[in-house]
């Protein structure tokens, strides 16, 4: 007997209906493996997938946890809670997480450039900040012809070192996530260049939100929180892009057919899969959604959270941190992190 794939998709939704809401996420009862919230959509997905690897919630507790980066050389992961202003530390040893800076200017995405210096975009001050080994900040971007940013939001290193970044205004629309404020750019994304020059990318989305790019850096993907929602995949020329498309819509398979959740921080695997955090839909949709290098959905991992973020770390790059609402998770996967960060 032949099952047909709506069938299948409904018997896996009714499988994995309450199984993320249900589980103990104290950690105190053990999840059966394989992981039943790893959920492979295609047979693509499943020689990605750590069958004795489970889903962890590492720490809860933030208001809207951001921006995860690993950082390889003190192995550590910092995060953002945006609104209670902190950049956190978690610590694999013994899961230590504790604050690691104070008044961090309601910073949202975090990275680390080649040299290892943690690079922040801040909503407080509509900054793009490093901060330097002994300490002192540097800001790398606060203006563009003469304006300010609206409030850069999240961004990645190329290979030659130059930093790119969104800036769709989040954090100046509202308080919460820093002052807010009239803005006074068109929602773009922009390029710091090693010499310090700033270009603008593009402007062609109207909330860019997410960035990353291809393992051979000849793509980048960036998400649109805006209208109509998608991932957009452009070919990197040089200091700029040409050849927009969508890449990807956010709509699930397991809920949310009409396309209106979202996702927000993207990071890709050594493969070319696109790992993207999705969220604001509810069970069956929130968590991270994977999709090939040619835009298909094929794995999704289910949380109780609207996920906001991810990134690869650990020392063999081969495990996602996820940043979700009030909390953190991870889960070891059987691939690697392109990037170092």
């Known amino acids: 007997m032949t099952t047909d794939r709506r069938s299948f998709l409904c018997s896996l939704v009714a499988a994995t209906a309450t199984s993320a809401f249900a589980r103990d996420w104290t950690g105190q009862t ?16 499943e020689k990605l997938v750590q069958g004795n690897a489970p889903i962890r919630r590492l720490h809860t507790g933030m208001l809207w946890a951001e921006g995860p980066a690993w950082n390889g050389t003190g192995n550590y992961l910092v995060f953002s809670d945006i609104p209670n202003n902190a950049q956190m530390r978690w610590l694999p040893e013994d899961g230590h997480v504790s604050v690691m800076r104070n008044n961090a200017n309601n910073s949202n995405g975090n990275t680390f450039d080649l040299h290892g210096r943690q690079i922040s975009f801040e909503h407080g001050t509509r900054r793009v900040v490093r901060y330097e080994l002994d300490g002192k900040i540097t800001v790398l971007a606060e203006k563009f012809d003469g304006k300010p940013f609206n409030a850069p939001n999240d961004g990645a290193v190329h290979a030659d070192g130059s930093i790119w970044f969104t800036d769709p205004g989040y954090g ?19 390029r710091i260049d090693p010499s310090g020059e700033i270009t603008k990318i593009t402007e062609d989305l109207e909330k860019p939100n997410g960035l990353c790019f291809s393992p051979d850096y000849k793509k980048v993907y960036i998400v649109d929180t805006g209208s109509p929602k998608n991932i957009r995949v452009y070919d990197v020329d040089g200091k700029t892009v040409k050849n927009g498309k969508v890449f990807a819509t956010n709509k699930g398979q397991l809920a949310d057919p009409k396309a209106k959740g979202n996702s927000d921080g993207i990071r890709c695997d050594v493969e070319g ?23 298909k959905l094929i794995g999704f991992i289910k ?14 790059r081969n495990r996602l941190f996820i940043t979700a609402s009030q909390s953190l998770y991870s889960v070891y996967v059987n691939t690697r992190g392109a990037h170092h960060c």
Not at 303 to 316: I, Q
Request: with cysteine; net charge negative; hydrophobic share 35%.
């Open 30 to 45: 053990p999840e059966r493996y394989p992981d039943p919230d790893v959920i492979a959509l295609d047979p693509a997905f």
């Open 172 to 190: 100046s629309m509202m308080d919460y996530e820093g002052n807010k404020g009239e803005l006074f750019l068109k929602e773009s994304v922009y």
């Open 273 to 295: 899969n696109l790992w993207a955090s999705a969220g604001w839909i509810g069970d069956g949709y929130d968590g991270v959604h994977v999709f090939n290098s040619e835009g």
């Open 303 to 316: 949380l109780p959270e609207t996920a906001s973020n991810v990134c690869f770390g650990g020392p063999k």
